[in-house]
């Protein structure tokens, strides 16, 4: 099948993790079905406009960015020590990255439900702004303070030290009922 053949229609995940693996995926990959790109060694970026419903990245040590204009629903970020950020519009359900090399989410993230991040211990910036029904910081130390204009419906901080406890700067506005 041709590379624009591969890119007008969905794929399975087999052939979209073969093909990712080999540098030969189309802009604008379409994948079918749960992705699940792990131990792969040198892959350093994902194809342009790659649509997939679930994503995890797991052991994909040389990988440094993600696509800019990646569509994902559900997102899992595992062993990428090269990826320290995300792109700026970036917008999906769920994000898990436990233990990440992210220093920051850039303005425009968005997540809808659930944002975990715990133990991402270079974490220092989350977005102005950001909306997000559960939040998940536990062991994040070097988060000093969280946004302005946060809203979250479900807060875990535990594991910031006392000291870095009284400088998260953070409030929590009661829900209209």
């Known amino acids: 099948m041709s590379r624009a053949a591969l890119a007008a229609e969905p794929v399975s995940a087999d052939e979209a993790a073969r093909l990712i693996r080999r540098d030969q995926a189309p802009p604008g990959l379409d994948v079918d079905e749960p992705l ?5 060694r040198g892959l350093t970026r994902l194809p342009a406009g790659l ?7 797991k052991d994909c040590p040389d990988l440094e960015e993600l696509p800019a204009d ?12 090269r990826l320290t950020t995300l792109p700026a519009g970036l917008t999906c ?12 989410l850039p303005d425009g993230v968005r997540v809808e439900f659930r944002l975990d991040l715990r133990d991402s211990k270079s974490l220092t910036r989350l977005p102005h702004g950001l909306t997000v029904g559960s939040l998940v910081l536990r062991g994040c130390t070097a988060m ?3 946004p302005e204009g946060l809203e979250v419906t479900f807060l875990d901080l535990e594991g910031c030290t006392p000291t870095k406890r009284r400088k998260c700067r953070y409030q929590i506005e009661p829900l209209a009922v």
């Open 36 to 40: 699940v790109i792990e131990n792969a």
């Open 70 to 81: 990646l569509r994902v629903r559900h997102l899992e970020i595992l062993d990428c020590p």
């Open 93 to 104: 359900y769920e994000l898990h990255a436990h233990n990440s090399a992210l220093a920051e």
């Open 144 to 146: 000093e303070r969280l």
């Open 51 to 57: 649509t997939v419903r679930r994503l995890t990245l």
